[in-house]
């Protein structure tokens, strides 16, 4: 289990898909899971496995990660970009990313700015803002950017960023937690399930653009229909120095984490003691959730169609929308055990009692 856990966080993470672009998380997904059921794609790129009877019960993750895409090539063979979802420019400079051309090549660059040595005493000091910045692919002008290296305006770009293991054996480094974690957990709970006889019909499914407005799970409530939807996510630890110890609720060590409640989201109180009651029968380590800021597909899902019960399973990481997260993959691993225990519980009365209100 723990094996395979490594294999898929490596490659889904390794892999360059920004909002809209999502191909290459969505080509390890259906190889994944090609014999584990049907295969089908919606029209905005989200992609489904179903099989089974009875119920449904989706399993969703969003494929996409935070990127830039290219907004204009200066005379000189600079590229300035657009941020794709939510960064801090704190996080960016000096950071190695690809530009993926439309032919499929990845062109290395570093982001950069004027140098601190010809900035003012009162500006060194200050973030430098989005604006400001700019990628060197190492092109001498526009015609060579666009000629030599086949880049044109649009093109998706995303960090460059290996999966690395940490001297703590459990401890792994890399981009795009959020959420290739909950991508893997799909897949990999998927696979473990596929040679029992589940009570339901089982959907796993990779949604697109989340992180630029929970778009993606808007048309998989539509496609799908689901009777309970499971939402997968690397959400942000707060273990680190500046918060305070005895409020931490997404602690790396901790196991996995339940979400109760965030912005764009109430989750169904019925499914949140199904879920608490299921860990503790399992002996899962879980840790509950409030959040004040933040949001997941959730926010779409409990709110379509009828209303969708859901719920939001979460392996917690460090510095989440950076070119590098860190999480203890023991918390992986308890929310592949959750997910897999809860879809062998939800059975058609389960679902009925979950809205059950008169």
């Known amino acids: 289990m723990k094996d395979k856990a490594i294999s898929l966080l490596k490659s889904l993470t390794e892999a360059h898909s920004v909002p809209g672009y999502e191909d290459e998380v969505r080509e390890i997904f259906s190889k994944e899971l090609s014999a584990m059921g049907d295969i089908s794609t919606d029209h905005m790129g989200g992609v489904y496995c179903e099989r089974g009877d009875g119920p449904k019960i989706l399993l969703a993750g ?59 005493t009162s500006e060194r000091n200050k973030v430098m803002a989005l604006g400001a910045l700019f990628i060197d692919v190492g ?46 957990c799909a897949i990999q ?41 499971i939402v997968l996510e690397g959400p942000p630890a707060d273990d680190a120095p500046g918060f305070p110890k005895n409020e931490a609720q997404g602690k790396l060590g901790g196991g996995v984490q339940v979400r109760m409640q965030d ?19 399992e002996a899962i380590r879980y840790q509950l959730t409030m959040r004040s800021s933040g949001g997941t597909d959730a926010g779409s899902f409990h709110q379509a169609n009828e209303g ?19 999480i203890d993959i023991n918390d992986y691993l308890e929310m592949v055990k959750l997910s897999k225990a809860l879809v062998r519980k939800l059975d058609a009365a389960t679902v009925a009692g979950l809205t059950e209100y008169l």
């Open 139 to 184: 092109a001498a002008s526009d015609e060579e950017a666009e000629r030599d290296f086949g880049i044109r305006l649009g093109d998706p770009i995303a960090p460059d960023t290996e999966f690395t293991a940490m001297q703590k054996r459990d401890y792994y480094m890399a981009k795009a937690f959020d959420n290739r974690v909950g991508m893997a």
């Open 62 to 120: 969003h494929m996409d990660e935070v990127g830039f895409r290219v907004q204009h090539i200066t005379p000189d063979g600079f590229i300035k970009f657009l941020p794709v979802g939510g960064w801090w420019a704190h996080t960016l400079l000096s950071q190695r990313v690809y530009v993926k051309t439309s032919s499929g090549a990845k062109v290395l660059g570093v982001i950069s700015s004027k140098p601190p040595h010809f900035l003012p």
């Open 308 to 326: 969708i019960p859901s719920i939001v399973l979460g392996t917690p990481a460090r510095y989440i929308h950076s070119h590098n997260g860190v």
């Open 189 to 229: 709970t998927a696979q473990e399930l596929s040679c029992e006889k589940i009570p339901n019909t089982l959907i796993v499914s990779g949604t697109v653009q989340e992180e630029v407005g929970l778009r993606g799970s808007k048309v998989a409530a539509v496609k799908t229909k689901p009777d309970v939807t």
């Open 263 to 281: 912005p764009t989201a109430i989750m169904n109180p019925k499914l949140v003691q199904l879920v608490v009651e299921t860990a503790e029968q």
